[in-house]
DNA sequence: CCCTGTCGTTGGTGACGCCAACGTTGGCCC
DNA sequence: GGGCCAACGTTGGCGTCACCAACGACAGGG
């Protein structure tokens, strides 16, 4: 068995880390080449998807949801409110909060940004059957989860 | 079961390629602070392992070794050879290459950074018993070579 | 000898994930 | 009511990683 030109040091080869982070750097690619096709990031999907699910909600509250931080959320908003597809006003509640509810367009572009993700997991996941798909999420659920609750 | 403040969008926790994410940010937090604790980055312990391993070669085969680009690989060539971590001289037979070996010292500095490395490895995979941590580097593996071998 | 390709190098780009600081505003406690 | 602390949005910045284009130097094949 002959060791291909790119074939990586054992060292990498072996460390989990690694490997998590090439499979990741594999789907990003997909997924970022699928959403350019629609001039979105991952960011801008994150939102859409995150101010579809809870509701109007503050932008502080979206970026505790996503991951985003507050002042990457910032130029998000910026962004899709400029597209329309969010709306930002001020809270009269709470004057110090803005409230971002996504629009009905928004709403069209998060349904046909689904199905080009839909697509794109297909493609990171090919070599993967069903079992292995369900197996491989329960597995790195296990760690993202463990992680999160270490130190949030 | 209440839904927690942090809590992403289901889209979001269904999405494979964000879960690989997830995992592999977790990850490189981890490594990245242990490599730290040496001064040291990613690309600089991946180059001294491939250096390591496949004995003195061109800045573009470890490039190729370890995915770093040829540009990227000259600045991390150069803080390693500032160190005596590695040494660069130029190929006699082939004027165009340079000649990196690593220095007893570089071995013992790699030595250092297995160390840290392993334990870095270890708080990564914590919630993971030996067979499942062994399921996930063979799905994972399964990921990369297929995104390697599809176009690389 | 020309052509093609490789090599090292420079310079630049973009996304992501962060952090520090500021002024504004709310909520709480005395 | 006054004081204090916390949260909010915003600005500006940072470092790493991953990548691309272009260049001059050089090697090798036709």
Chains 1, 2 share one sequence.
Do not use: C, K, W
Request: hydrophobic letters at 40%; a neutral charge; charged letters at 30%.
């Amino acid at each position: 068995m002959d060791i291909e030109e790119g074939t990586p040091p054992q060292r990498l080869r072996a460390l989990p880390s690694r490997l998590t982070n090439q499979a990741a750097l594999a789907a990003n690619r997909i997924v970022d080449r699928a959403l350019a096709e629609a001039g979105v990031r991952r960011y801008h999907y994150a939102l859409l998807a995150a101010s579809e699910e809870y509701g109007p909600s503050s932008q502080a509250a979206l970026g505790r949801r996503t991951g985003i931080d507050r002042s990457d959320m910032v130029a998000t908003v910026n962004d899709l409110a400029e597209r329309r597809l969010l709306d930002r006003a001020p809270d009269p509640e709470d004057r110090r909060r803005n409230i971002i509810s996504i629009t009905a367009a928004g709403r069209r572009e998060l349904t046909h940004l689904d199905g080009l993700l839909a697509v794109a997991q297909e493609d990171f996941l090919a070599p993967l059957g069903a079992a292995d798909r369900r197996t491989l999420a329960d597995l790195l659920t296990r760690l993202v989860d463990h992680h999160r609750a270490e130190q949030g």
